[in-house]
């Protein structure tokens, strides 16, 4: 098929039909009714419990680095990583939590946390990567049976799994989390 237009007519004929033709086969602008507001965060597991936490707090995720032990510090204080030539202090979530280790696997990660002045390395078993929930499905009732519930706060139901959210601002506040020293 040729479309060698003779004259400007001609082009401005085949431009008006291009028009026509998008106008009539576009895809309509949603409603406003249709418009979710969406709330996102970073999926990961501490032990059988899945997590969502905000992306405020997330900097990256990373393997588990290689640490250098922190004389004094308690036990869930795993050490200290030199990730790109920043000192990053790493903790066993688990660790803090329920004062049983986690044992270092190939999906182990750590999860980068940065909020104002703190910065910190916290081990989880897994990550899920991004999870995106419609703010209207938020359940302040879902919860994980776990004796820390302190740090969780509510959550959203996707696909037949409970994501409760886990409150980083809870964690990085606490004075047991703050306190490192054996």
């Known amino acids: 098929m040729n479309f060698e237009p003779q004259s400007s007519q001609q082009i401005i004929q085949l431009l008006q039909q291009m ?5 009539n086969n576009a895809a309509p602008l949603p409603m406003k009714d249709d418009v979710k507001s969406l709330w996102s965060g970073i999926g990961f597991r501490i032990a059988e419990h899945k997590f969502v936490v905000s992306m405020e707090f997330v900097r990256e995720i990373m393997k588990y680095p290689s640490t250098s032990q922190v ?6 204080v795993r050490g200290i990583a030199n990730i790109r030539g920043n000192l990053l202090p790493v903790f066993d979530l688990h660790g803090f939590l329920c004062e049983k280790t986690t044992q270092i696997k190939r999906e182990t990660r750590i999860l980068s ?4 002045k703190l910065s910190a390395g916290l081990i989880v078993d897994e990550i899920y990567g991004m999870k995106y929930f419609d703010q209207l499905n938020y359940d302040a009732r879902i919860q994980h049976d776990v004796s820390w519930k302190n740090f969780l706060k509510g959550g959203y139901e996707l696909d037949g799994e409970n994501w409760v959210v886990f409150n980083m601002r809870q964690l990085i506040e606490s004075r047991d989390f703050l306190n490192v020293a054996g």
């Open 19 to 23: 028009e026509l033709y998008s106008q």
């Open 71 to 76: 004389p004094g510090s308690k036990e869930w």
């Open 113 to 116: 946390i940065a909020k104002d």
